[in-house]
């Protein structure tokens, strides 16, 4: 049984230029969250995705934004790289966005992350 | 605002003796709270988790405690074993879905 997979594990990319990470969540997962780890700190969450649509969002400027697709596959575009934007993303899925007991019993399943470097 | 610290970022034990990592909190909103396990270049993985209207939860090696009125909760692995030598992020939500995560500590168990 595939977990979540993302794509590609590591990116460099330039300032000013704009990224777009993928992500597959695990079979039988309809949401999708995205976070953020900076290095020697735990996951900032960035947002949420469900039924196609951004149902949360974190403290992160428009330049982070997202979509779902109806596959439940999901990206993270960010525009106007800073190099501050260098950090691992980790896409995080489960079922039934918010419901408590899914939380509660098994957590969230994350990928691997993408290792992206703005220089 | 850091609303779930762990001020631990690292912890040393010897195999079968017991781990103990630390996690606390600010939001008394949280409603559940989980601890993840994180080897090098792989994703946190879900490891335990608690209601916030209990106490314990205990799931072999592994019991989280949680005190409520301290707002901090505790993980204990006993015993400890040198394949649990990881990094452990403490993550607290509510019903509304987010997790927010602490800044992990790094157990190293020692043969």
């Known amino acids: 049984d595939a977990g979540v997979t993302q794509s590609p594990t590591h990116l460099i990319k330039t300032r000013g230029q704009q990224v777009t990470l993928r992500c597959s969540p695990k079979?039988?997962?309809?949401?999708v969250s995205w976070y953020q780890q900076a290095l020697g700190q735990g996951p900032q969450f960035i947002f949420q995705?469900?039924?196609?649509?951004?149902?949360q969002r974190g403290n992160f400027p428009d330049r982070f934004s997202g979509h779902q697709f109806p596959n439940y596959s999901s990206e993270l575009n960010v525009n106007a790289l800073l190099l501050g934007d260098s950090a691992l993303y980790l896409c995080a899925s489960s079922s039934i966005p918010g419901t408590h007991t899914s939380r509660l019993n098994y957590g969230y399943t994350f990928g691997s992350g993408t290792r992206l470097t703005v220089v | 605002d850091q609303q779930v610290k762990q001020n631990s970022p690292s912890l040393s034990v010897q195999e079968g003796r017991i781990s103990i990592l630390n996690c606390d909190y600010t939001n008394s909103m949280f409603d559940y709270f989980l601890w993840y396990k994180k080897y090098p270049a792989e994703g946190p993985t879900f490891l335990i988790s608690?209601?916030?209207?209990?106490d314990k939860n205990e799931d072999g090696r592994f019991t989280v405690f949680l005190n409520k009125s301290a707002k901090h909760l505790s993980l204990h692995i006993v015993p400890s074993q040198p394949g649990d030598s990881a990094v452990y992020f403490c993550a607290a939500g509510t019903n509304a879905g987010k997790s927010t995560f602490g800044d992990g500590t790094t157990l190293t168990v020692k043969p």
């Open positions: 079979s039988g997962h309809d949401t």
């Open positions: 608690i209601s916030s209207i209990k």
């Open positions: 995705y469900y039924e196609e649509e951004e149902r």
